[in-house]
């Protein structure tokens, strides 16, 4: 797999690591330049080694977010150039709850949750850099306006797009009120791939050239590495990854990767902020006993412009049997993991490492008290305010009432 040649991120690979196809000129080799492991008799040994070993507590703690690590900080800690590239646009997919308005840092909806966690690790604006699809619901809503609505605007945004969903077709036609989805036993699956569908519509039509994904419940912390590294990591892969791709899982790590692509990695990426390199593999979705649901993930542009194609390719009804199986087959995918992170790790290989015993939080909860704390004040504020102006209100008519 070629590889593109940048100065600002340390990218290791070679035709070793890369059997099917060599780096172009520029990559760094391997074997050359990982001076931490130059005495390793190949790469695989140094993974396997890497995995077996435990993150320490102290090291784990040391992962808990400050803006050293951010892209964008005034430390300049994660050291890239980003001439070449920027952070992708990002979309959230979030069911509407009744407080779905309320304040990030005091809501307790999902989506203030995952946008409180985005403002807390992501550093180049924090939530205001993504946007957000509302995650559907046929099972609980269908018939109803909102889905009606949602369906209308995908007909006619890309009518070849939703002609090409399983997930989304009628029995009898769009007049009818039944899904296909419903006979199939995927009806309670329909709502989040339309969601999904629109996101990546959306997505191409404002020509961008990849877009992360965040399924309800798919924070920061989520993905395979210190959550203070997810800026970095991505802009890495973007910046000296592969140059054609279709999908980045972002949370799978070693879940889905196959033996042999276990044994030869795509790349070690490493950057001297970093708590560990990161190992890049190719995800062909190896089940091998893993669950391996798609909740945090990025697409390219490729993937974007063929998203049609590939529904009729394969039946999209589930999101995740859908993925796994195109991954298996046509689709360019690959997963990353910190090496020795526990949660990139396979549940062969957590079984020989220690579980960390602190972890990162989701949310700055002493910005959620102080937050909760000052909007309580204010609320406070304008109940009083407000009696006063109705305490004022009524002085005249007292008056005017005794005069009489």
């Known amino acids: 797999m070629p590889f593109l040649a940048r100065d600002a991120v340390d990218v290791e690979a070679s035709a070793s690591l890369l059997p099917r196809t060599s780096p172009v000129e520029g990559a760094t080799p ?126 006619s945004a890309a009518p070849e797009v939703s002609e090409s969903c399983a997930a989304i077709q009628f029995d009898g036609g769009e007049q009818s009120k039944t899904l296909t989805a419903e006979r199939m036993g995927a009806k309670g ?58 999908v980045l899982f972002l949370d799978r790590g070693e879940r889905g990767v196959g033996l042999d692509d276990a044994q030869r ?35 390219s542009k490729k993937f974007l412009d063929k998203m049609a194609v590939h529904m009729r390719e394969e039946k999209l009804y589930k999101l995740d049997n859908w993925f796994n199986a195109l991954c298996a087959s046509k689709l360019e995918c690959y997963s990353y993991a910190s090496r020795g992170w526990y949660e990139g790790a396979t549940a062969k290989h957590k079984a020989r490492m220690a579980k960390p015993l602190e972890e990162a939080p989701i949310v700055d909860d002493a910005a959620v008290e102080a937050a909760s704390a000052a909007n309580a004040a204010a609320s406070r504020a304008k109940r009083l305010a407000a009696e006063d102006a109705d305490a004022d209100a009524n002085v005249p008519a007292e008056k005017m009432a005794s005069t009489i």
């Open 30 to 155: 391997f074997a050359s330049s990982h001076k931490t492991n130059s005495s390793s008799s190949s790469f695989a040994a140094a993974v396997a080694v890497a995995v077996g070993c435990c993150v320490g507590v102290a090291a784990y703690a040391s992962s808990i977010p400050s803006s050293a690590a951010m892209l964008g900080s005034a430390n300049g800690g994660v050291d890239l150039l980003l001439g070449a590239t920027t952070f992708p646009r990002t979309t959230r997919i979030t069911p509407k709850t009744i407080d779905d308005d309320d304040d990030a840092a005091t809501s307790t909806s999902m989506d203030a949750r995952m946008r409180a966690n985005w403002d807390l690790y992501h550093g180049r604006g924090g939530s205001k850099d993504s946007d957000r699809v509302v995650e559907y619901d046929f099972e609980k809503n269908w018939p109803s306006a909102e889905l009606e609505d949602a369906l209308d605007w995908l007909r």
């Open 189 to 246: 699956d329909a709502g989040k791939t339309l969601s999904h569908v629109i996101a990546w519509v959306k997505a191409r039509d404002a020509n961008v050239q990849s877009v992360v994904l965040a399924s309800a419940g798919a924070f920061i912390n989520t993905h395979t590495g210190p959550p203070n590294e997810f800026d970095s990591i991505i802009v890495s892969f973007l910046l000296r990854g592969p140059q054609t791709w279709d």
């Open 265 to 299: 990695p795509e790349a070690l990426i490493s950057n001297k902020a970093w708590l560990n390199p990161y190992v890049l593999y190719r995800n062909r979705a190896v089940y091998a006993g893993e669950n391996l649901p798609v909740g945090l993930y990025m697409v």
